[in-house]
Structure formats: C-alpha cells, structure tokens
C-alpha cells in the first residue's frame, strides 16, 4: 500500500512540478498618474494601498515620473508616493518626462533619467532600478540601446524589466472614453476582462519562460497607477493565487538572474522574456496577443460596453 502511495505521489509530482513554484511581483508605471474614469487621483492611491494590502501584497513597486508631480489633475503626488512607500511599497525610477527611447537621443535620454533619479535618490523606499517608459529600448538601432545599457551600468542601476503584460493602460484608456462619451460600463465585466487578460498573460510569458530558460524565473508584472487598478488588484491577485501563483516582493523579483540579462535581439523592445525567446529563434508568437489592440479593443467594446453583440 505504501509503495502504492509513493508511487501515486511520484505520477502527482511528475504531473505537476512547477505548480508551487510560479512567482510574479507587480509593479505599477507613471506614478503619480492622471486621473482615471472614476476617482481622484488621492482617492485612487489610498484605494490602491488598501487594496494591496487586503490582497497580502507586501511590497509592489511603482516606477515613477517625478515629472507628473504637480501636474493638474495628478493629484498630491507627493504625499501619494509617501503613502505608497509607508505601506512597505518601493519606488524606481521611470523618466523624469517618459520620453521614447527611438525619438530621443542617448546624451537627453540619460539627462532626463538623471534627473529623475536625483529626485528619486532622496526618497525613502528607493530602488536601483530603470523602467524604459513604452518598454522602448531602443528599437533596431544597436548603437543607441548600447549606450544607454552602458550608461545604467555607470550609474548603478539596473533594467527594471517586466516578464508580463497585457497593456492594462488600454483598458484604462478605452475606459476613460467610454465614460467622457456617456456610455453604460459594465463594471463586472470590466473587472472581469482585467483580471483575465492579466493573468492570461501570467500563464503565456511563465510558458514561454519555461521554453526559454528551462526554468521558472520570478516574474515582475507590469501594471499602471490605474483606477482598474485601485478597484480590481484584489480580484487579480485572488485570481493569480488561484492558478497557484504566489506574489512575491519587488526586490525578490530583481534578485532573479534575469537581472544580468543583455538579449541582442533585431529589434529592442518589450518584455525582457520576448527578447530572450527571440534570441534564442523559438518560433512566433512571443507575446500575449491581447497586447495586441486590434485583438484588445473589439474584446472590450463586446464584454465591457456590450457592443456588437
Ligand atoms: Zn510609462
């Protein structure tokens, strides 16, 4: 009976290796953002800290803008911030303007990535780490992504990577029209596409990962300070949770080996297991195809607007 057992337990095993394994951290881009479809901005990030830490959510990081600080319509980004990092969240640095990488040369691109990080650097909370504003590394000229790999390198910083999206600022984006135009929103069906869409794209980019490196790295989510964000986090973590993923710390993510990875791919840009999948020629697709809006935008004009049904 026994040796039964073992062997039951041994075909479980087989069956599922990595399914206690799969670690995702989640950050959130452009903090302090402009006001979504339903909240002012200081509602938006106490709801989102209340969230998060009903959720267990420890420490996510938000990559921030210090260019938005006292924009209209940003809300008291500094007391946001200060709200965020009191919660036990960390803050990175994401441009001071998000400029684009392709349309801006390296020696401005770096001076506006300083200056943000001479703001960020007096800050508690602050981490080592870049988030490339549009994840544009430099598209298909070598010249300029080596330039400014080189010039993190010099300034200690690292590449504050993302292993999975599913442009959660779109959803945002087409929510906030939908609203300036009057429409009906069907708020569980938005919370529904959001948590689905991003823990869709969880399950691809762990897939590809696996293909890619043989192993399960610790992935870093990508998400914006949304107010999808600030009322659906919960759902998503408990949904994540539910496909057996755990939420790990920011800082246990970008202690991942994938920290040191350079890919050389023809063209730079977007998720660093995209890249590493390109490098390494495993066929198309290499992203989640709702990150593709011509597949996104008809999906929520359908579910969330009840559209062309
Ligand atoms: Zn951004």
Redesign the pocket.
């Known amino acids: 009976m026994k040796r039964i057992l073992a062997a039951l337990l041994g075909c479980l095993l087989v069956a599922f290796p990595a399914a206690a394994q799969k670690r995702i951290a989640l950050s959130f881009?452009?903090a302090p953002r402009g006001a979504g479809a339903f909240l002012d901005p200081d509602d938006r990030a106490k709801k989102l800290t209340a969230a998060l830490k009903r959720a267990g959510v420890k420490q996510a990081v938000f990559?921030v803008n210090p260019g938005n600080i006292g924009q209209p319509g940003h809300g008291d980004g500094v007391a946001n911030l200060d709200r965020y990092v009191k919660a036990g969240h960390v803050l990175a640095n994401?441009s001071w303007s998000?400029p684009k990488l392709g349309s801006t040369d390296a020696d401005a691109y770096l001076a506006d990535l300083d200056r943000a990080e001479a703001w960020l650097k007096l800050r508690p909370g602050y981490r080592p780490w870049f988030r490339f504003?549009?994840l544009d590394e430099g598209g298909k000229d070598k010249v300029k992504r080596d330039a400014i790999r080189a010039g993190l390198k010099a300034r200690g910083l690292i590449n504050g990577y993302v292993t999975a999206e599913s442009s959660d600022w779109n959803i945002e984006s087409l929510t906030i029209a939908a609203k300036q135009a009057g429409k009906l929103i069907d708020m569980k069906a938005l919370r529904d596409l959001y948590v689905e869409s991003h823990v869709e794209a969880a399950e691809f980019y762990e897939a590809l990962a696996i293909k890619t490196l043989g192993r399960s790295p610790a992935h870093v989510m990508l998400l914006?300070e949304t107010d999808i964000a600030a009322l659906f986090i919960g759902d998503l973590v408990k949904a994540l949770k539910a496909k057996g993923w755990t939420i790990v710390t920011a800082d246990e993510a970008y202690a991942d080996p994938l920290r040191d990875a350079a890919p050389d791919t023809p063209h730079a840009q977007g998720t660093l297991i995209e890249a590493l999948a390109w490098e390494k020629g495993l066929p198309a697709p290499r992203w989640y195809d709702r990150n593709d809006l011509r597949i996104a935008n008809p999906l929520f004009a359908k579910r969330v607007l009840g559209e062309g049904k």
């Open positions: 881009d452009d990559f994401h998000h504003p549009f914006h």
